[in-house]
Nanobody
Framework: QVQLVESGGGLVQAGGSLRLSCAASGRTSSWSTMGWFRQAPGKEREFVAGLNWSGGRTDNGASVQGRFTISRDKASNTVYLQMNSLKPEDTAVYYC?????????????????WGQGTQVTVSS
């Protein structure tokens, strides 16, 4: 089992920044990929960014390209999402996810474990 706990969400004005953290515990040696997704009310879960845990290769969703950066700290089993130039349309619950196998995927169905989510609200 893998447990994921997100933190760092909150309320920020448009143009501001936030950094989300996802602390992983449990079978931390068993996953291949970590990802961030978000879900706004009435919308489907959307891929934000993903990272290959061993090699560090990353992928970003089109809507956050150039503004958000995913990174990891292997020593603490933590993955981060640095969010800059935030927009009101970035408002959503942000989820951390882990996949046991495969390359970085943009599809929620390819992830095996999920955190509880953290709310990000961007005011205009």
């Amino acid at each position: 089992q893998v447990q994921l706990v997100e933190s760092g969400g909150g309320l920020v004005q448009a143009g501001g920044s936030l950094r989300l953290s996802c602390a992983a515990s449990g079978r931390t040696s068993s996953w291949s990929t970590m990802g961030w997704f978000r879900q706004a009310p009435g919308k489907e879960r959307e891929f934000v960014a993903g990272l290959n845990w061993s090699g560090g290769r990353t992928d970003n969703g089109a809507s956050v390209q150039g503004r958000f950066t995913i990174s990891r700290d292997k020593a603490s089993n933590t993955v981060y999402l640095q969010m800059n130039s935030l927009k009101p349309e970035d408002t959503a619950v942000y989820y951390c996810a882990a996949a046991l196998a495969g390359v970085v995927s943009r599809w929620p169905k390819d992830y095996d474990y999920w955190g509880q989510g953290t709310q990000v609200t961007v005011s205009s």
